[in-house]
């Protein structure tokens, strides 16, 4: 960069942040699910005779689950789906397309 005398701001404007952004996005996406799975999966710990439980909704599919509740297995499941289709569809698919088609080679 310094034999095209590009320096500063303007080297991370026009140079490097275009560079990383599509790599950005994509570990953003991996991130994001490996986070809300394991969210999902430590609402209930179970080690020993300890047994901890969070509010949320892994907590209520685990219950619906132990119990047999197949209503609530499906209500829980659909939310969950809901919202990870919404996430993806409103935030990372227009990063992703903004990634694409300003940031590619």
């Known amino acids: 960069m310094s034999s095209l005398g ?10 490097i ?17 490996g986070a809300w799975n394991a969210s999902i999966v430590a ?4 080690y020993g005779p300890h047994h901890l439980t969070a509010t949320g909704l892994g907590a209520y599919i685990a219950e619906a689950t132990a119990t047999g509740n197949f209503p609530k297995i499906l209500v829980g499941i659909s939310v969950m789906s809901v919202y990870v289709v919404a996430v993806n569809r409103l935030l990372w698919r227009r990063l992703y397309a903004i990634a694409e088609r300003r940031y590619s080679l």
Do not use: C, D, H
């Open 6 to 15: 590009v320096k500063g701001w303007l080297r991370w404007k026009n140079f």
């Open 43 to 46: 609402e209930i710990v179970s």
């Open 17 to 33: 942040l275009p560079a990383i952004f599509p790599s950005y996005v994509t570990g953003g996406i991996t991130a994001a699910g």
